[in-house]
Nanobody
Framework: VHLVESGGALVQAGGSLRLSCSVT????????IGWFRQAPGKEREWVSC???????????EYKDSVKGRFTISRDNAKNTVYLQMNNLKPEGTGVYSC?????????????????WGQGTQVTVSS
């Protein structure tokens, strides 16, 4: 399984970005996908996760600090997961990585998946 992120950029506070995570490999329809970020000098933390295409129930998870501003979605035809980020804040600066694994979305947010992308840089200026 291979994950590739894109969409990171420099943006002013209050602006928007959409990150993409392209997922390729066998049985990826059974994989939950999550977004994590790592700010400079800090540990990596989860941001949002989405269930596998085949999951029942199908659910999304959001860190409290991004609820109402970020939206995660997946286009199963393109095997791509998006993270729409609105009203960005300077504390949102960091490297955003996606991860995938055959587990429930809520577990993926806690444990991460077995596969990770290389990350994409998001910088929010004040």
């Amino acid at each position: 399984v291979h994950l590739v992120e894109s969409g990171g950029a420099l943006v002013q506070a209050g602006g928007s970005l959409r990150l993409s995570c392209s997922v390729t490999g066998n049985s990826v329809e059974h994989y939950a996908i999550g977004w994590f970020r790592q700010a400079p000098g800090k540990e990596r933390e989860w941001v949002s996760c989405i269930s596998a295409k085949t999951a029942i129930p199908y659910r999304t998870e959001y860190k409290d600090s991004v609820k109402g501003r970020f939206t995660i979605s997946r286009d199963n035809a393109k095997n791509t997961v998006y993270l729409q980020m609105n009203n960005l804040k300077p504390e949102g600066t960091g490297v955003y990585s996606c991860t995938g694994g055959p587990r429930p979305a809520n577990e993926l947010c806690i444990l991460g998946g077995g596969y990770w992308g290389q990350g994409t840089q998001v910088t929010v200026s004040s």
